[in-house]
């Protein structure tokens, strides 16, 4: 094993672009459904947020005890999974076929680079750590 100091320059050098990092903003009431279908193509770990925001849809108009009010940000969930770069196809498909309603306000995909994980508890890093 490399000392610490060495590791992570030299994998980071000799292997790019390891992983991808999918970062899904969706509808609160569908997050069972991705993560079944992640399930289904053998992604287990995920982060989720609850998160709020807008996009095209700026927000709604909502009547509360007789009083017309807006609500410039929508509640939504932010779901964050980093996967082999090679999975990262089948991991959007996965997330676009379980979310999409074919409504406003469906959501977003970001697909990033990921150089270096690492995990904390047993120092593995790479592909081994996700």
């Known amino acids: 094993m490399?000392?610490?100091?060495?590791?992570?320059?030299?994998?980071?050098a000799l292997?790019?672009?390891?992983?991808?990092?999918?970062?899904?903003?969706i509808k609160p009431f569908k997050i069972e459904e991705v993560k079944d279908a992640l399930a289904e193509v053998g992604i287990e770990g995920m982060t989720v947020t609850e998160v709020k925001?807008?996009?095209?849809q700026k927000g709604h108009t909502e009547i509360y005890r007789g009083s017309e009010y807006t609500l410039d940000f929508l509640p939504k969930i932010k779901i964050e999974v980093v996967v082999p770069t090679d999975r990262a196809n089948a991991a959007v498909d996965a997330v676009i076929r379980s979310a999409?309603?074919?409504k406003i306000g469906d959501g977003?995909?970001?697909?990033?680079?990921?150089?270096?994980?690492?995990?904390?508890?047993?120092?593995?890093?790479?592909?081994?750590a996700i």
């Open 2 to 12: 490399l000392p610490r100091t060495l590791a992570f320059p030299l994998l980071v």
């Open 53 to 56: 925001g807008f996009g095209r």
């Open 100 to 102: 999409r309603t074919g």
């Open 108 to 128: 977003k995909i970001f697909v990033t680079a990921i150089e270096h994980a690492v995990r904390i508890r047993t120092e593995e890093s790479g592909e081994q």
């Open 15 to 25: 292997r790019p672009d390891l992983m991808k990092k999918i970062e899904a903003i």
